[in-house]
Protein backbone atom coordinates (compact mmCIF):
# COMPACT_ATOMS: atom_id res chain seq x y z
CA UNK A 1 0.00 0.00 0.00
CA UNK A 2 1.39 3.69 -1.06
CA UNK A 3 0.03 6.45 1.59
CA UNK A 4 -0.74 9.87 -0.05
CA UNK A 5 0.00 12.65 2.25
CA UNK A 6 -3.17 14.69 3.63
CA UNK A 7 -5.17 14.94 6.91
CA UNK A 8 -6.28 11.85 8.49
CA UNK A 9 -9.93 11.89 10.76
CA UNK A 10 -10.02 12.23 14.05
CA UNK A 11 -6.17 13.29 14.59
CA UNK A 12 -6.77 16.50 16.40
CA UNK A 13 -3.15 18.76 16.27
CA UNK A 14 -3.29 21.99 19.12
CA UNK A 15 -0.94 24.28 19.57
CA UNK A 16 0.01 24.66 23.13
CA UNK A 17 0.64 27.83 24.75
CA UNK A 18 3.60 28.62 27.58
CA UNK A 19 2.28 31.01 29.76
CA UNK A 20 6.07 32.02 31.88
CA UNK A 21 6.67 35.25 34.75
CA UNK A 22 9.19 35.72 37.23
CA UNK A 23 8.77 31.61 38.62
CA UNK A 24 8.79 30.14 35.64
CA UNK A 25 6.30 28.63 33.24
CA UNK A 26 2.82 26.96 33.02
CA UNK A 27 1.54 25.17 30.05
CA UNK A 28 -2.27 23.26 29.69
CA UNK A 29 -2.14 19.65 27.96
CA UNK A 30 -5.80 19.20 27.89
CA UNK A 31 -8.88 20.12 29.19
CA UNK A 32 -11.99 18.23 29.36
CA UNK A 33 -13.90 20.90 27.77
CA UNK A 34 -11.74 20.20 24.79
CA UNK A 35 -11.88 16.56 24.09
CA UNK A 36 -14.38 14.17 23.44
CA UNK A 37 -15.56 11.88 26.03
CA UNK A 38 -14.53 8.70 24.22
CA UNK A 39 -10.87 10.10 23.89
CA UNK A 40 -10.63 11.20 27.82
CA UNK A 41 -7.19 10.12 29.90
CA UNK A 42 -7.37 7.17 31.91
CA UNK A 43 -3.22 7.48 33.16
CA UNK A 44 -0.42 9.43 32.38
CA UNK A 45 3.22 9.36 31.80
CA UNK A 46 6.21 10.91 30.65
CA UNK A 47 9.14 9.67 28.63
CA UNK A 48 12.50 10.63 27.40
CA UNK A 49 13.84 10.23 24.29
CA UNK A 50 17.30 10.40 23.23
CA UNK A 51 18.57 12.60 20.40
CA UNK A 52 18.57 10.77 16.62
CA UNK A 53 16.45 8.02 18.33
CA UNK A 54 12.85 7.14 16.98
CA UNK A 55 9.33 5.60 18.95
CA UNK A 56 7.42 3.37 16.81
CA UNK A 57 6.09 2.85 14.46
CA UNK A 58 3.24 0.87 15.68
CA UNK A 59 -0.75 1.08 15.96
CA UNK A 60 -3.07 0.42 18.85
CA UNK A 61 -6.48 -1.78 18.38
CA UNK A 62 -8.46 0.11 21.03
CA UNK A 63 -6.72 2.72 22.87
CA UNK A 64 -6.08 6.44 21.64
CA UNK A 65 -2.53 8.84 22.56
CA UNK A 66 -2.60 12.37 23.36
CA UNK A 67 0.87 13.17 23.59
CA UNK A 68 2.03 16.37 24.31
CA UNK A 69 5.13 17.68 23.11
CA UNK A 70 6.35 20.57 24.86
CA UNK A 71 10.06 19.94 25.29
CA UNK A 72 13.05 20.27 25.41
CA UNK A 73 14.07 19.36 22.07
CA UNK A 74 11.67 19.14 18.30
CA UNK A 75 10.33 16.02 17.40
CA UNK A 76 8.97 14.85 14.04
CA UNK A 77 5.44 13.15 14.03
CA UNK A 78 4.84 10.75 11.35
CA UNK A 79 1.07 9.06 10.63
CA UNK A 80 -0.62 6.90 8.81
CA UNK A 81 -4.32 6.13 8.53
CA UNK A 82 -4.82 2.47 8.55
CA UNK A 83 -8.30 2.54 8.86
CA UNK A 84 -10.33 0.99 6.42
CA UNK A 85 -13.28 2.20 7.40
CA UNK A 86 -11.58 5.60 7.37
CA UNK A 87 -12.89 8.58 4.85
CA UNK A 88 -8.68 9.30 5.10
CA UNK A 89 -7.80 5.53 4.81
CA UNK A 90 -4.30 5.52 3.38
CA UNK A 91 -3.14 9.59 3.95
CA UNK A 92 -0.08 10.25 6.09
CA UNK A 93 0.93 13.52 7.44
CA UNK A 94 3.43 14.66 9.23
CA UNK A 95 3.95 16.97 12.37
CA UNK A 96 6.69 19.31 13.98
CA UNK A 97 6.50 19.54 17.53
CA UNK A 98 8.56 20.32 20.80
CA UNK A 99 10.00 23.36 22.35
CA UNK A 100 9.74 25.79 19.39
CA UNK A 101 6.29 24.69 18.30
CA UNK A 102 4.33 22.82 21.49
CA UNK A 103 1.81 21.11 20.69
CA UNK A 104 -0.44 17.91 21.80
CA UNK A 105 -1.50 15.46 18.90
CA UNK A 106 -4.77 13.32 20.00
CA UNK A 107 -4.16 9.97 17.86
CA UNK A 108 -7.38 7.46 17.31
CA UNK A 109 -6.99 3.77 17.40
CA UNK A 110 -6.16 2.05 14.12
CA UNK A 111 -3.31 5.05 13.10
CA UNK A 112 0.06 4.07 12.79
CA UNK A 113 2.31 6.19 14.29
CA UNK A 114 6.06 7.20 15.29
CA UNK A 115 8.27 10.07 16.49
CA UNK A 116 11.96 10.93 16.21
CA UNK A 117 13.45 13.17 18.21
CA UNK A 118 15.24 15.58 15.62
CA UNK A 119 17.34 17.85 18.28
CA UNK A 120 20.87 17.68 20.13
CA UNK A 121 19.33 16.86 23.77
CA UNK A 122 16.56 14.26 25.18
CA UNK A 123 13.61 15.51 24.61
CA UNK A 124 10.09 14.69 27.08
CA UNK A 125 7.19 13.40 25.31
CA UNK A 126 4.22 13.07 27.74
CA UNK A 127 1.17 10.74 27.28
CA UNK A 128 -2.25 11.05 28.22
CA UNK A 129 -3.84 7.61 26.82
CA UNK A 130 -7.86 7.03 27.27
CA UNK A 131 -6.55 2.92 28.20
CA UNK A 132 -4.76 1.44 31.03
CA UNK A 133 -1.41 -0.01 29.73
CA UNK A 134 -1.98 -3.56 29.93
CA UNK A 135 -5.37 -3.11 31.57
CA UNK A 136 -6.26 -2.72 35.05
CA UNK A 137 -3.35 -3.82 37.54
CA UNK A 138 -1.36 -4.69 34.32
CA UNK A 139 -3.46 -8.11 33.80
CA UNK A 140 -4.56 -7.95 30.06
CA UNK A 141 -2.28 -8.11 27.01
CA UNK A 142 -0.35 -4.63 25.27
CA UNK A 143 -2.99 -3.27 22.99
CA UNK A 144 0.28 -2.74 20.10
CA UNK A 145 0.81 -3.82 17.12
CA UNK A 146 4.42 -3.10 16.28
CA UNK A 147 6.15 -2.24 12.71
CA UNK A 148 9.47 -1.07 13.89
CA UNK A 149 11.60 -4.49 13.60
CA UNK A 150 10.21 -5.22 10.43
CA UNK A 151 11.50 -4.28 7.01
CA UNK A 152 8.87 -5.01 4.60
CA UNK A 153 6.86 -2.35 6.35
CA UNK A 154 5.40 0.50 4.49
CA UNK A 155 5.42 2.65 7.47
CA UNK A 156 8.98 4.40 7.40
CA UNK A 157 9.73 7.46 8.81
CA UNK A 158 9.77 11.14 6.98
CA UNK A 159 13.61 11.97 7.41
Known sequence: M????????GVVVRDLSRHGDKRGWLTELF????IASEF???????????PGVARGPHEHRD??????FIGPSMFRVSLWDNRKDSSTYGNSMVVEAG??????????AGV?????????TAGWV??????????????QPVDE?????DPNSVFKLTP
Open 145 to 149: IRYED
Open 40 to 50: MPAMGYISATE
Open 112 to 120: VHAYANRGS
Open 99 to 108: EMQPRSVLIP
Open 2 to 9: EFKRGPIQ
Open 31 to 34: RSDE
Open 63 to 68: QADLFC
Open 126 to 139: INLPNRLYAGTGHT
